[in-house]
């Protein structure tokens, strides 16, 4: 019994996904926040597209009953590549959740991770699949641990910590001889250095 209801969730969810509608951007229009089919006035689920005159796709974005769930942007080129993806919050129309950004070897370059107000909270970035950067934030100030790596992601070169977009505290900083210095900070300005 659990396998079969399995089986018909599945394609169920299946069926979902593959009965999107693909329209283009002119076939909608946005009204109080939620967009719109321009033929029967009805809320849209499915997927907008823009394309150049060639076919190459530019640009699309995701919808569910009306509510922005997604957008992606596409490098230009013969091959269909992502190079931006924002992911919205689906119970706040048009309040970002998550932006990631693509190499164009497809590779996650960058994420920036949003809170249920839209306000950025966490930045990572990323060479070759490994963790280079990451930083608390809140809004558009510093707050929290900064964890700066190495080129490979494998070894620690920068730790610091910031209040309200200024430094407070030790911050740790290896050099590239080696040589590792601590620097205590408070309210932005330097203290003394160990």
């Known amino acids: 019994m659990k396998k079969m209801l ?5 394609g169920f969810f299946n069926q979902y996904l593959f009965s999107q509608e693909i329209v283009d951007f002119k076939e909608i ?7 719109y089919k321009n033929v029967n006035d009805m809320l849209f689920s499915g997927m907008a597209q823009k394309k150049r005159k060639n076919g190459h796709l530019v640009y699309e974005e995701t919808y569910d009953n009306g509510v922005i769930l997604s957008s992606k942007q596409y490098f230009n080129g013969k091959e269909v590549r992502v190079s931006n993806e924002t992911i919205y919050n689906s119970r706040k129309p048009n309040v970002v959740s998550k932006e990631n950004d693509y190499r164009l070897d497809k590779s996650l370059f960058r994420t920036i991770t949003y809170d249920e107000d839209g306000k950025k909270i966490f930045v990572q970035i990323f060479n070759k699949g490994k963790l280079t950067y990451s930083c608390q934030y809140k809004g ?7 964890l700066e790596y190495d080129e490979e992601g494998e070894k620690l070169v920068r730790r610091a910590i910031y209040i309200d977009g200024k430094k407070n505290g030790k911050e740790y900083c290896v050099c590239k001889k080696g040589k590792e210095t601590i620097t205590e900070y408070k309210n932005g300005k330097r203290i003394k250095n160990k």
């Open 29 to 35: 229009y946005v009204y109080d926040e939620l967009v």
């Open 6 to 10: 399995l089986i018909l969730t599945i």
């Open 140 to 146: 558009k100030k510093k707050h929290g641990i900064e």
